[in-house]
């Protein structure tokens, strides 16, 4: 048995349809606890106030936001190396799910700012990298829009996500490169002076759980919608044809 099983269509299908309902149960649970838990049972921070319960939506956005397009990376080098459709079409389902997240974090990040820092935007360097990498989500969207052939379309889209990464990485690491910048560090630090308390990490933990299956059951319904246009297409291509 490889792993590479998978990349077949009708293996993908009958896999993932077997997957979905406890993948979006699984979801639904830890998201709705994590949720609920943070903003109605967790105390106001110092220096804070009940402002620091947007970490219960920012935090998880953020960290898909870059995740997403690590994931989209990772699927189009395997376009690129094995030419496995499957594997372009979970990269261009997942695209508009990552500029969703990025998005919500650029938001949340704003209605969190405004209070904290005295204004709703500011040319930080993360910040400005996080919008960066917005606008690379909606050129690849754009991108797959604009190409009829949908293996020139995969091709433009995997290189396009090539050079995306970067930002994805200065978005993950822009604090650490540049010390000038009003955002702080990283939220979860394996440093226990840097890392918060667990009274607000634990809840922030089910969140982020919850996120992740969320984006794992969004993106399976979107790669199968795919599989089936492509289907759709081929058969009514052969109609014309015969």
């Not at 077997?18 to 220096?47: D, K, M, Q, R, S």
């Not at 704003?110 to 904290?116: C, N, R």
Request: proline share 4%; aromatic share 14%; with cysteine.
């Amino acid at each position: 048995m490889s792993l590479w099983e998978y990349a077949n269509p009708v293996k993908f299908m009958k896999t993932s349809g077997f997957l979905l309902p406890w993948v979006v149960g699984l979801a639904a649970i830890t998201l709705v606890t994590g949720l609920i838990w943070g903003y109605f049972f967790v105390p106001a921070a110092e220096n804070f106030g009940g402002s620091v319960k947007v970490i219960y939506v920012h935090v998880p956005a953020a960290m898909m936001a870059i995740n997403i397009w690590g994931m989209m990376l990772v699927t189009s080098l395997i376009w690129l190396i094995r030419r496995h459709h499957v594997s372009a079409l979970a990269a261009k389902a997942a695209a508009p799910i990552g500029a969703v997240m990025t998005l919500i974090a650029l938001i949340t990040g704003a209605v969190w700012g405004q209070p904290m820092w005295g204004t709703w935007w500011e040319w930080d360097p993360r910040l400005t990298s996080f919008l960066i990498l917005f606008l690379f989500y909606l050129g690849y969207i754009a991108l797959w829009a604009a190409v009829e052939d949908p293996d020139t379309a995969a091709d433009l889209t995997s290189v396009l996500s090539l050079v995306g990464a970067v930002f994805a990485a200065l978005s993950r690491y822009a604090a650490n490169f540049w010390n000038q910048g009003l955002h702080q560090g990283a939220t979860l630090s394996l440093d226990k002076e840097q890392h918060i308390a667990d009274v607000y990490w634990f809840p922030l933990l089910l969140c982020m759980a919850g996120f992740v299956l969320f984006f794992v059951a969004l993106v399976l319904v979107r790669t199968r919608t795919e599989i089936r246009t492509r289907r759709l297409g081929a058969l009514q291509q052969r109609e014309r044809m015969a």
